[in-house]
């Protein structure tokens, strides 16, 4: 694999969730504790941010040209040319010490996306799936922080993290979108760091992002590591394939939590990375009829 590089040294206090689009050619991601959506062209260096209207978890590609984002108890569609902001959905009201956290779609345009106990204290927290429903549907609870929603290239499995508890879950999925056949796929040690965001490649591996571990791994189907690339700065959040082959690595960090003598060591920290790839990732899927029964 080709050396690590800071494709863009924004210092993201909590850079998360990035995806590549392929019609622009760009990596898109957020800054959660700074409120900020950003967008990324790595041929040109052009960037462009948007403030959101409160902390903003993920940002995802919808087919009629939005997005969906995350915000603290909502799913909300963001439109970029206006820069206008539509609450769809509003979820876990009785626990508003939560917000939205990382998020997915399948294949069939279904947004998945999971929520945290601000606080890192109680299991208040969960999964959830939107597709065609009027509403958002809870399929998972259980979790102090949910992380790195993600699927196998088939569809039939399903991934989630219980970051807290560093493991990483694998479920079956039925074609109504049903989970079931919860196995703790990989237990980790508080060593490794905190597993964070996962992205699933072409072959099925899972590249998993660690905060305070200093890099991202990937996985076999099975649960072996199969290789690590380290990075220049402790927390490390999600990774992104894009490039004409998707065969780049984009990947999130953050500043978050990280004091002045940790900084000093570490001046790149929340800045955009980016390295090469044997295997390439998958295409990002696009929402497609999310709430179209409200």
Same mark, same amino acid.
């Given at each position: ?136 549907? $809870?399929?998972? !609870? ?8 993600? *699927? @196998? /290239? #088939? =569809? %039939? ?48 591996? $899972?590249?998993? !992002? ?8 990937? *996985? @076999? /189907? #099975? =649960? %072996? ?65 999310? =709430?179209?029964?409200?």
């Amino acid at each position: 694999m080709a050396s690590v590089e800071c494709v863009w040294p924004l210092q993201a206090d909590l850079g998360e969730g990035p995806f590549w689009s392929a019609a622009e050619k760009s990596v898109w991601f957020v800054d959660i504790v700074e409120r900020r959506i950003h967008r990324f062209e790595p041929d040109t260096g052009r960037h462009q941010s948007w403030t959101a209207p409160a902390k903003v978890s993920f940002v995802l590609p919808e087919a009629r040209g939005s997005f969906l984002v995350g915000l603290p108890g909502a799913v909300a569609r963001f439109h970029a040319g206006t820069g206008a902001f539509e609450i769809l959905a509003r979820v876990e009201g009785d626990y508003p010490q939560n917000r939205l956290n990382d998020a997915g779609i399948d294949r069939r345009g279904r947004l998945w996306f999971g929520s945290m106990d601000e606080d890192s204290r109680r299991k208040s927290a969960a999964i959830y799936r939107w597709g065609a429903e009027p509403a958002p549907v $809870l399929v998972d !609870a259980g979790y102090c922080i949910s992380n790195g929603p993600a *699927f @196998s /290239p #088939d =569809g %039939r499995a399903f991934y989630a993290t219980d970051t807290l508890d560093y493991v990483l879950y694998r479920f079956a999925v039925g074609e109504d979108g049903a989970l079931g056949h919860k196995t703790p796929l990989i237990r980790f040690k508080p060593e490794d760091g905190f597993p964070d965001g996962t992205t699933v490649d072409a072959e099925g591996c $899972l590249w998993v !992002a660690f905060w305070g571990g200093w890099c991202v791994r990937r *996985f @076999s /189907p #099975d =649960g %072996r590591q199969v290789a690590e690339v380290k990075l220049p700065c402790a927390h490390v959040t999600k990774l992104a394939f894009g490039g004409d082959a998707l065969r780049t690595a984009y990947v999130t960090t953050a500043r978050h939590g990280l004091g002045p003598q940790d900084l000093a060591g570490q001046p790149l920290a929340g800045g955009l990375f980016a390295f090469a790839v044997d295997v390439p990732g998958l295409p990002q899927p696009m929402a497609d009829g999310v =709430g179209a029964e409200q």
